[in-house]
Each structure stands twice: as structure tokens, then as C-alpha cells.
Nanobody
Framework: QVQLVESGGGLVQAGGSLRLSCAAS????????MGWYRQAPGKQRELVAA???????NYSDSVKGRFTISRDNAKNTVDLQMNSLKPEDTAVYYC???????????????WGKGTLVTVSS
């Protein structure tokens, strides 16, 4: 079973940048959907960005133009570059994957343990 491990979270001031990385313990070649999700205190887990079938990219409206997702099959990694961070981006960020290709939260089969991103005002 493939394990996903996130890294790169931390504390940053509003307007700053962070880069999150998700490393898989095995090949991600078979994953038709890989993405980043987040959960803020008291809120439901939500999609941030996802890549499906290696070519289609989806972003939540709240991060469009600020965040960039990338996938490297050779390195078995999925990264999330986050720029112009806002306090409302504060959350635990999770890496997730599935073979089916859906990006719905409930459809993801593999989850990392998450990394905390805190954006101060």
C-alpha cells in the first residue's frame, strides 16, 4: 500500500509563500487523481488543487492565480506552490490520491497525515 507523506508546512506572514511537497512511498503512475486538500478548524475538508489523468488541473476558486500544483511521476511527488498567502488559507493541508480519477473528497483512497499551514495577518 502506498503511503503519502506531506512536508513544507509552517508559519508565514500574509503575502508570503510556502511550497508543500507530497512524497509517495511507491509509484504514483497508477493514480489518475492526485491532489491537495485542506481542513480549517471547524470546517469540512475541501479541495485545494488536483491533477487528473496527468493533464487536467482543477483549483478551488479561492486559490486560483495564487497556488500551483505540479506532479512528477519520476520522483513520485506532488507539490503545491502557494503564493500571496492569506490568513484564510490557514489549515491542515493533506495530500490524497486515487486510481479512479475523481477529485471528490469522499473518492480519495489514500491520504497523508497532513501538514499545518498557518498564515498570520
Amino acid at each position: 500500500q502506498v503511503q503519502l507523506v506531506e512536508s513544507g508546512g509552517g508559519l508565514v506572514q500574509a503575502g508570503g509563500s510556502l511550497r508543500l511537497s507530497c512524497a509517495a512511498s511507491g509509484s504514483i503512475f497508477s493514480f489518475n487523481a492526485m491532489g491537495w486538500y485542506r481542513q480549517a478548524p471547524g470546517k469540512q475538508r475541501e479541495l485545494v488543487a488536483a491533477i487528473t489523468h496527468g493533464i487536467s488541473i482543477n483549483y478551488s476558486d479561492s486559490v486560483k492565480g495564487r497556488f500551483t500544483i505540479s506532479r512528477d511521476n519520476a520522483k513520485n511527488t506532488v507539490d503545491l506552490q502557494m503564493n500571496s498567502l492569506k490568513p484564510e488559507d490557514t489549515a491542515v493541508y493533506y495530500c490524497a490520491a486515487n486510481s479512479g480519477g475523481s477529485i471528490l473528497v469522499r473518492s480519495m483512497d489514500y491520504w497523508g497525515k497532513g501538514t499545518l499551514v498557518t498564515v498570520s495577518s
